[in-house]
């Protein structure tokens, strides 16, 4: 029988290739692991980019109107050969990795990122004193909001998604560290392991 997953892809499938298939120009089929891929073609890159973002934002819109759900778009970057297109896609997917940063229901584009580092080192240093402070002195409620102002500037660097990771790596250490050196790792029962919790992301 076909699951009500299956049918919503197939409608999702239906629109992209509403949009962005044939009469755009445009080849839409299924990936191995049920990503609907889009290939637009063009002699002009800016033109093919502008013409990948104005229709993605009408399939996005469009799913959203008739099927009453949202999904997130991936652009990758402009290939001169046929060669270079796996690379492209790959880019894609990248994009989508930023939904941690933009929240989903978004068209993403990977150059609107690629090569952007934000100056997030010395920010981040600071954001890690302020934990340390309100963890020392502060309430749990003053924890959470240093956490959540970091986790928003954060978001507003817009650096890579690698690079995300690793500043939230550290703000756990940083955590660990100061828990630990209060004696609070001690009221666990169970082992702290929020670097294993991470990969759920």
Same mark, same amino acid.
């Given at each position: 029988?076909?699951?009500?997953?299956?049918?919503?892809?197939?409608?999702?499938?239906?629109?992209?290739?509403?949009?962005?298939?044939?009469?755009?120009?445009?080849?839409?089929?299924?990936?191995?692991?049920?990503?609907?891929?889009?290939?637009?073609?063009?002699?002009?890159?800016?033109?093919?980019?502008?013409?990948?973002?104005?229709?993605?934002?009408?399939?996005?819109?469009?799913?959203?109107?008739?099927?009453?759900?949202?999904?997130?778009?991936?652009?990758?970057?402009?290939?001169?050969?046929?060669? =270079?297109?796996? $690379?492209?896609?790959?880019?894609? %997917? !990248? *994009?989508?990795?930023?939904?941690? #940063?933009?929240?989903?229901?978004?068209?993403?584009?990977?150059?609107?990122? =690629?090569?952007? $580092?934000?100056?997030?080192?010395? %920010? !981040? *240093?600071?954001?890690?004193?302020? #934990?340390?402070?309100?963890?020392?002195?502060?309430?749990?409620?003053?924890?959470?909001?240093?956490?959540?102002?970091?986790?928003?500037?954060?978001?507003?660097?817009?650096?890579?998604?690698?690079?995300?990771?690793?500043?939230?790596?550290?703000?756990?250490?940083?955590?660990?560290?100061?828990?630990?050196?209060?004696?609070?790792?001690?009221?666990?029962?169970?082992?702290?392991?929020?670097?294993?919790?991470?990969?759920?992301?």
């Amino acid at each position: 029988t076909v699951t009500e997953q299956e049918l919503m892809r197939f409608a999702v499938y239906n629109i992209v290739e509403e949009t962005m298939g044939e009469k755009n120009g445009g080849i839409v089929f299924r990936s191995r692991d049920d990503k609907i891929v889009a290939i637009l073609f063009g002699d002009d890159m800016n033109g093919v980019y502008a013409l990948a973002q104005s229709l993605s934002e009408e399939t996005r819109q469009c799913v959203k109107k008739f099927l009453k759900f949202t999904v997130t778009i991936g652009i990758g970057t402009g290939q001169d050969t046929l060669h =270079e297109i796996a $690379r492209s896609y790959q880019k894609a %997917i !990248s *994009a989508l990795d930023y939904r941690f #940063l933009l929240g989903k229901d978004n068209v993403i584009s990977i150059s609107d990122f =690629e090569g952007n $580092r934000g100056g997030m080192t010395e %920010i !981040s *240093a600071e954001w890690e004193k302020k #934990l340390v402070l309100a963890l020392k002195t502060g309430t749990a409620k003053e924890v959470n909001i240093v956490i959540e102002g970091y986790v928003q500037a954060l978001k507003q660097s817009r650096i890579p998604m690698k690079t995300c990771f690793i500043h939230i790596q550290k703000v756990n250490v940083t955590l660990m560290n100061t828990v630990n050196e209060l004696g609070g790792l001690e009221l666990f029962d169970n082992p702290i392991t929020p670097f294993a919790e991470m990969n759920t992301f």
